[in-house]
């Protein structure tokens, strides 16, 4: 072996085998077959022989060498026609080819390479040639093993991601407990739609006190597992199920609990959010405080989507100014908006995923779009009007909705019949 070689193969520590490749020989000149074994055997490889191609193609299946040197011109299938043969072979790992030739040709090459030949090596064959090739195979071998073992792993570790997204989408799905309650003659319904596996859109709602309702939609930057933990956090601070820990809620001296402030809410959560959660996520928010006797609403719009109130007679207006989302400027301050629904009016909060909806031609859709898909739908109530505006929405894009969609809808019937129960219900928790 030459002194280049031996360098070539200390410097790289992929060529340090402890088990021999194995080299399949194939010529039809028994003598050439002996010449090349004793010298590959020498050099520690395990050899195998075969006087043609059509000997060669079964211990190929059943053996899978790492090496082939097969001779160009042998009787019955040439040289290159078997290489093309042992490259549609199903194998466990990738084989390295090495023709044997006096060709010189461009031609015959090209003729030999695109029959899937990695090398070519002149006859007659010069040893420290052989090893050269042999080192180069070899380096080739190890860097598709390398490269195999490592796309096993990618794959690995991509299938544990899709599990923690399918398992993080069920946490999405599972924060939204109650999609539909009747408060009298009032209703809240919820509808939530992840685009993907698990998107960054809460929707919830949570009962004050006997006469007041909570709703709010947020919208997590980014999707994934990040996103799902901040819903989660959130859906924490806002949950009806503990009051106490509800930092939407402020129990009175004696023990009634009333809504904070909107506004104060969206700067509180600011705070929470660039101070104790420390994370680079931010998110939209609209909530509203809604009275159940009277119709009216105090709502604050932190960068997401305007609220729309669509009226009884079918007329559509959008609340709000916009406001910047939560968790992005220390200090931020919110305003509320005031409105009052009526009876047969309805409130709707809706995520992005309604007013960005894109058509096939780019389009996005507008807000007389979405009020004509409204319209449309005036008769229905609750779920079934969310529905219906969703599939609605799902034709407009040809079925390619690029983020989850989710609104909350507060359909108002009058205060008559509320004002009794919540007196009652008042009364009761008094």
């Known amino acids: 072996m030459s002194l280049a070689l031996k360098h070539q193969i200390a410097a790289d520590p992929r060529l340090h085998e402890t088990v021999p490749r194995r080299v399949l020989v194939v010529d039809d000149s028994r003598m050439q077959r002996r010449i090349l074994s004793a010298q590959l055997s020498r050099s520690g490889y395990e050899v195998m022989e075969a006087a043609s191609a059509e000997e060669a193609l079964p211990i190929c299946a059943k053996c899978e060498p790492d090496i082939v040197i097969s001779d160009w011109m042998m009787d019955g299938m040439n040289g290159p026609d078997f290489c093309r043969a042992f490259r549609q072979m199903t194998r466990s790992s990738y084989g390295y080819f090495i023709l044997l030739t006096s060709k010189t040709d461009k031609t015959d090459v090209s003729h030999g390479l695109e029959s899937g030949a990695d090398d070519f090596l ?176 105090e709502l604050v719009q932190a960068g997401h989507p305007y609220p729309v109130v669509q009226r009884r007679s079918g007329q559509i207006e959008f609340l709000g100014e916009g406001g910047l989302p939560i968790g992005l400027i220390p200090g931020a301050r919110y305003e509320a908006v005031r409105t009052v629904v009526g009876p047969g009016d309805r409130l709707i909060l809706l995520s992005d995923g309604m007013t960005e909806a894109t058509n096939q031609s780019g389009e996005m859709i507008d807000p007389d779009g979405l009020s004509a898909i409204f319209a449309k739908f005036t008769r229905l109530r609750g779920r079934a009007f969310l529905d219906a505006v969703f599939w609605d929405l799902e034709d407009y894009t040809a079925g390619q909705m690029e983020d989850d969609v989710s609104a909350v809808i507060f359909s108002f019937d009058g205060e008559k019949t509320y004002r009794n129960q919540g007196s009652r219900k008042a009364s009761r928790d008094l």
Request: negative net charge; glycine residues 10%.
């Open 122 to 297: 002149s006859k007659p064959v010069n040893g420290d040639e052989l090893r050269a090739r042999l080192v180069a195979g070899r380096r080739v071998l190890a860097m598709q093993e390398e490269l195999s073992a490592k796309n096993t792993l990618l794959r690995a570790s991509q299938d544990a991601i899709e599990r923690d997204l399918q398992e993080a989408r069920k946490l999405q799905q599972s924060l939204v407990r109650e999609r539909h309650r009747c408060f009298g003659s009032a209703e809240v319904a919820l509808m939530l739609r992840p685009a993907g596996h698990v998107g960054g859109d809460l929707v919830g709602f949570f009962q004050i006190n006997a006469r007041r309702v909570g709703l709010y939609g947020i919208d997590v930057s980014g999707h994934g597992i990040t996103s799902a933990v901040m819903m989660a956090r959130l859906a924490g601070y806002l949950s009806g199920a503990v009051p106490a820990q509800n930092i939407a809620m402020v129990e009175s001296e004696f023990g009634i609990y009333e809504g904070r402030p909107p506004a104060e809410l969206a700067e509180m959560l600011n705070d929470l959010v660039l101070e104790e959660m420390q994370t680079e996520s931010y998110f939209t928010l609209v909530y509203a405080d809604v009275d159940l006797v009277t119709g009216q609403v």
